[in-house]
């Protein structure tokens, strides 16, 4: 797991192919100074948008270039690793397995770990909760930090779940594919978009919403010894940490109320010459 079985090289076709991709969001990244420069941190952040996920991306792609040369990990469900090509280069990243020992693993590394408890439970919701805040009740992330000793660090994105139109987590079709059983899911998203219409897990086109994504500081119970099998204590931390989370989410979305028409305002705005004036067009 040593940093040095993955590309640290910022300039390398494959960071260049990821930087171009989430620059069609036209992301902005704040308060990456709460990221320690080195050391074991636990970066949380909320889901979105099922498998096109551009604040994954984004929030990563931010914590290398504040660690250059220190370990920085992401997470990824076995069914991502297991695809052809696919999972061999984001391995090559720095992306594990999405479960304890391995983020643990990283942990003891000295590395950045990057999770999103949620996990597909929320980045599937539906499009009508993209301004929630949905961790699905799930405190394994608490009890690793309180283990380990390291500070927990939330990234907190908006946007990117504008950007599709999740109709419904489809739980029940889930329950009769018994996807739980075999891949871990307990969802099976219906979604509305092009080029398929309403479809069950095909990926549409994502539209080009603005994402933001601000770096907290470290969470105050983080820095506090704790027992991490004390339940009222791990219950009372998850709630706290979901209440600065939605806070902060409230606040990038009062800023950015339409990211869908902030990001096509910003490609407009990139036009050359006076083709970046049709950005004005866009209310």
Same mark, same amino acid.
Request: proline letters at 10%; a negative charge.
């Given at each position: 797991?040593?940093?040095?079985?993955?590309?640290?090289?910022?300039?390398?076709?494959?960071?260049?192919?990821?930087?171009?991709?989430?620059?069609?969001?036209?992301?902005?990244?704040?308060?990456?100074?709460?990221?320690?420069?080195?050391?074991?941190?636990?970066?949380?952040?909320?889901?979105?948008?099922?498998?096109?996920?551009?604040?994954?991306?984004?929030?990563?792609?931010?914590?290398? &270039?504040?660690?250059?040369?220190?370990?920085?990990?992401?997470?990824?469900?076995?069914?991502?690793?297991?695809?052809?090509?696919?999972?061999?280069?984001?391995?090559?990243?720095?992306?594990?397995?999405?479960?304890?020992?391995?983020?643990?693993?990283?942990?003891?590394?000295?590395?950045?770990?990057?999770?999103?408890?949620?996990?597909?439970? &929320?980045?599937?919701?539906?499009?009508?909760?993209?301004?929630?805040?949905?961790?699905?009740? #799930?405190?394994?992330?608490?009890?690793?930090?309180?283990?380990?000793?390291?500070?927990?660090?939330?990234?907190?994105?908006?946007?990117?779940?504008?950007?599709?139109?999740?109709?419904?987590?489809?739980?029940?079709?889930? #329950?009769?594919?018994?996807?739980?059983?075999?891949?871990?899911?307990?969802?099976?998203?219906?979604?509305?978009?092009?080029?398929?219409?309403?479809?069950?897990?095909?990926?549409?086109?994502?539209?080009?919403?603005?994402?933001?994504?601000?770096?907290?500081?470290?969470?105050?119970?983080?820095?506090?010894?704790?027992?991490?099998?004390?339940?009222?204590?791990?219950?009372?931390?998850?709630?706290?940490?979901?209440?600065?989370?939605?806070?902060?989410?409230?606040?990038?979305?009062?800023?950015?109320?339409?990211?869908?028409?902030?990001?096509?305002?910003?490609?407009?705005?990139?036009?050359?010459?006076?083709?970046?004036?049709?950005?004005?067009?866009?209310?």
């Amino acid at each position: 797991m040593r940093e040095t079985e993955h590309i640290r090289d910022l300039d390398h076709p494959l960071f260049k192919a990821a930087r171009a991709y989430t620059n069609y969001f036209t992301p902005t990244v704040t308060g990456v100074e709460n990221l320690p420069t080195s050391g074991p941190a636990l970066v949380i952040g909320n889901h979105s948008s099922i498998y096109w996920m551009p604040e994954v991306w984004i929030t990563y792609m931010a914590m290398l &270039e504040r660690r250059p040369d220190e370990p920085s990990f992401g997470v990824a469900h076995d069914v991502v690793l297991g695809v052809p090509y696919i999972g061999d280069a984001i391995r090559r990243f720095g992306v594990i397995p999405a479960n304890r020992d391995a983020a643990a693993a990283g942990l003891k590394d000295g590395g950045a770990v990057l999770v999103y408890p949620g996990g597909d439970w &929320e980045a599937c919701r539906p499009w009508t909760d993209r301004a929630k805040i949905d961790l699905a009740g #799930r405190k394994g992330f608490i009890r690793l930090a309180l283990e380990m000793g390291v500070p927990v660090i939330p990234a907190v994105a908006n946007g990117g779940h504008d950007s599709i139109f999740v109709l419904s987590r489809g739980e029940r079709s889930a #329950r009769l594919l018994q996807l739980d059983k075999l891949f871990r899911a307990k969802v099976f998203p219906y979604t509305l978009g092009v080029p398929f219409g309403v479809a069950p897990v095909v990926p549409q086109v994502p539209l080009p919403a603005t994402v933001d994504v601000s770096f907290l500081p470290a969470l105050d119970w983080s820095t506090q010894p704790g027992d991490p099998a004390d339940t009222d204590l791990v219950e009372s931390y998850y709630a706290r940490t979901v209440e600065v989370m939605q806070t902060e989410l409230d606040r990038l979305r009062a800023e950015t109320p339409r990211p869908v028409a902030t990001g096509i305002k910003n490609h407009l705005a990139d036009l050359p010459g006076p083709l970046s004036a049709l950005a004005a067009l866009v209310p």
